[in-house]
T-cell receptor, first 112, second 115 residues
Framework: GQQLNQSPQSMFIQEGEDVSMNCTSSSIFNTWLWYKQDPGEGPVLLIALYKAGELTSNGRLTAQFGITRKDSFLNISASIPSDVGIYFCAGQRPTGNNDMRFGAGTRLTVKP | GAGVSQSPRYKVTKRGQDVALRCDPISGHVSLYWYRQALGQGPEFLTYFNYEAQQDKSGLPNDRFSAERPEGSISTLTIQRTEQRDSAMYRC?????????????FGNGTRLTVT
């Protein structure tokens, strides 16, 4: 089952608005990743975070790895219609292997 | 190949039949993962391999589910005596492996429908 709590579940915003979503966990993760999934496609990696406190940008996207290592957020600035999709956070647990768990997703709708 | 390839893309089977889902990872990728994704949900971990070794199978729902990766490349996820609740999108992902800097790259999945 899901080990990451992702919120909000869905968002309806106007084109041009900024968006923020986050993921929390009761467990520590040593990597946080954010993916976007379009209908009929597999998740595509947007941003990867590898250090607590790390703040990384990719165009209009900014993500941060929380200091406690138990949370992460993703911001999208000046949203555009093609931002529509489902955004997933994923975390890699510090178990000495490559175990990766996903949040339940945030469904983003952007109204032109 | 250039990306993770899964086959078949769609599989419809009758309850009680066995199915085998195939994943061809990105060439050279050490780690291979199987996830199951219900509509509107995030991928749910099933199992994963480093090379041919199955590292963790704790996410497999029950003993009808098994996976193998005998030569450390292509993997097969097998579901025996399928049930309607097995209907879902099954996704494979691969990564370069190692701890840290190895994000997953996903295939387009196999949509399984059990009637």
């Amino acid at each position: 089952g899901q080990q990451l709590n992702q919120s909000p579940q869905s968002m309806f915003i106007q084109e041009g608005e900024d968006v923020s979503m986050n993921c929390t966990s009761s467990s520590i993760f040593n990597t946080w990743l954010w993916y976007k999934q379009d209908p009929g496609e597999g998740p595509v990696l947007l941003i990867a975070l590898y250090k607590a406190g790390e703040l990384t940008s990719n165009g209009r996207l900014t993500a941060q790895f929380g200091i406690t290592r138990k949370d992460s957020f993703l911001n999208i600035s000046a949203s555009i219609p093609s931002d529509v999709g489902i955004y997933f956070c994923a975390g890699q647990r510090p178990t000495g292997n490559n175990d990766m768990r996903f949040g339940a997703g945030t469904r983003l709708t952007v109204k032109p | 190949g250039a990306g993770v390839s899964q086959s078949p893309r769609y599989k419809v089977t009758k309850r009680g039949q066995d199915v085998a889902l195939r994943c061809d990872p990105i060439s050279g990728h050490v780690s291979l993962y199987w996830y199951r994704q219900a509509l509107g949900q995030g991928p749910e971990f099933l199992t994963y391999f480093n090379y041919e070794a199955q590292q963790d199978k704790s996410g497999l729902p029950n003993d009808r589910f098994s996976a193998e990766r005998p030569e450390g490349s292509i993997s097969t996820l097998t579901i025996q005596r399928t049930e309607q609740r097995d209907s879902a999108m099954y996704r494979c992902a691969s990564s370069t492996g190692g701890t840290g800097n190895s994000p997953l790259h996903f295939g387009n999945g196999t949509r399984l429908t059990v009637t």
